[in-house]
């Protein structure tokens, strides 16, 4: 069976400081990722999403970037944290073909900056 | 541009009651539609998914969905609510118009009375 795994679950960084969070799934090949941030327990924003390695597609200008150096890990990162970058980071992955598949989600990342 | 509405922000319900969280959606092409529930502090899980065929979809739990064509509409349904339902319910549609995309809905928060 298919799992993703996400880390850290939860981190607190100061302003300015960077930024990695991981994802890892397991059990399947050549998935789509994807990378969300849900503000304030609602709706949720896609930031980027991958169809494959070193494929990346960014949804929304701003101070972060995404990374796909193998086909199953997908990274986020920032160089300067911003207090705005606060919020639950998703990650997800769906089924490359037959389109259109559900998504499965992992666990989340609560990041706070200060 | 594909899109979802979510009306309620809120759903309240007692116990063994019957319960409904509306969506609308608004699509060009086919409409491919789903919905996910999220626990506290956790990542979504699918529930659900209309592609074709049968407008009743049923999904995980006990939930099921009707797609309505005409009404543009894909409500959330379950006969006998429980305390354990309680959460966010999201509904989200498939956009094919650029990339691979799900547009999410705002989110309805379900709480279930006992």
């Known amino acids: 069976s298919q799992t993703i795994h996400q880390w850290p679950a939860t981190l607190v960084q100061p302003v300015g400081s960077p930024l990695s969070l991981e994802c890892t799934v397991e059990g399947t090949s050549n998935p789509n990722l994807y990378w969300y941030r849900q503000a304030a327990g609602r709706g949720l924003q896609l930031l980027f999403y991958?169809?494959?390695?070193?494929?990346i597609s960014s949804e929304v200008p701003q101070n972060l970037s995404a990374s796909r150096p193998q086909d199953r890990q997908f990274i986020l990162s920032s160089k300067k944290l911003l207090l705005s970058d606060s919020g639950f980071y998703l990650c997800?992955?769906?089924?490359?073909?037959?389109?259109?598949?559900?998504?499965?989600f992992g666990p989340g990342t609560r990041l706070t900056v200060l | 541009a594909q899109s979802v509405a979510q009306p309620e922000d809120q759903v309240n319900v007692a116990e063994g009651n019957p319960l409904t969280v509306k969506c609308t959606y608004s699509?060009?092409?086919?409409?491919?539609l789903f919905w996910y529930v999220q626990y506290p502090n956790r990542g979504l899980q699918f529930l659900l998914k209309?592609?074709?065929?049968?407008?009743l979809v049923k999904g995980s739990y006990g939930f099921e969905a009707e797609f309505n064509k005409s009404q543009t509409s894909f409500h959330l349904k379950k006969p006998s609510a429980l305390v354990s339902d309680s959460a966010l319910y999201f509904c989200a549609v498939r956009d094919f118009t650029g990339g691979f995309k799900t547009i999410f809905g705002a989110g309805t928060r379900l709480f279930v009375k006992a």
């Open positions: 991958s169809v494959g390695i070193g494929q």
């Open positions: 699509v060009s092409g086919n409409p491919y």
């Open positions: 997800a992955w769906s089924l490359a073909r037959p389109e259109p598949n559900e998504q499965f």
């Open positions: 209309y592609i074709t065929g049968d407008n």
